[in-house]
């Protein structure tokens, strides 16, 4: 029998583990919205050359080079935006809270392995779900960081094949 006062010490940690794991996980959403945005940039940048080019016989040799410099770097970020969106997921796994994990046994199995599960094992998976997911969570902003960054980095030769498409050469 657990005596009250470790049965409140078991109940305060639990607590703050599910607080932590839900703080981690609420970042998902936010990077999301803004992978959304790079990706519409992207399809923006991308779209424009694709639909203003005149027929690639007449480009002049600057706007090829422009184009496709734009080209490759906007690559570079929609491959990061790729990274972002599909990380990699896996975990622990003996977890019973990680959906990875959780996938691989029947309901059967989980269902008697959360049932035998002490609090502390509980309070000890919470505890390693908050590290695994806040390592996805920061590879998915890195990987959205480096996208945004290839994406600015790729407006010059944008613009320039938009310059050098639009004039006669």
Do not use: C
Not at 7 to 15: C, P, S
Request: glycine share 4%.
């Amino acid at each position: 029998m657990i005596d009250s006062s470790t049965r409140d010490d078991l109940n305060r940690r639990r607590g703050y583990a599910e607080y932590r794991l839900s703080t981690v996980v609420e970042w998902v959403p936010r990077i999301d919205n803004r992978l959304a945005t790079v990706l519409g940039v992207n399809i923006a940048v991308t779209a424009t050359v694709l639909l203003t080019a005149p027929n690639v016989n007449d480009w002049p040799g600057w706007a090829i080079t422009a184009v496709v410099s734009s080209a490759i770097i906007i690559g570079v970020s929609f491959f990061n935006l790729y990274l972002a969106v599909f990380p990699r997921t896996e975990g622990p796994g003996d977890s019973l809270t990680f959906f990875q994990s959780i996938q691989d046994l029947t309901v059967e199995e989980y269902l008697h392995n959360t049932e035998i599960e002490s609090p502390e094992q509980y309070i000890r998976d919470l505890v390693t779900q908050t590290h695994r997911n806040s390592e996805i969570v920061a590879a998915k902003f890195r990987n959205l960081k480096w996208a945004f960054v290839f994406m600015v980095i790729s407006l010059a030769p944008w613009i320039a094949s938009l310059i050098l498409l639009s004039t006669d050469s």
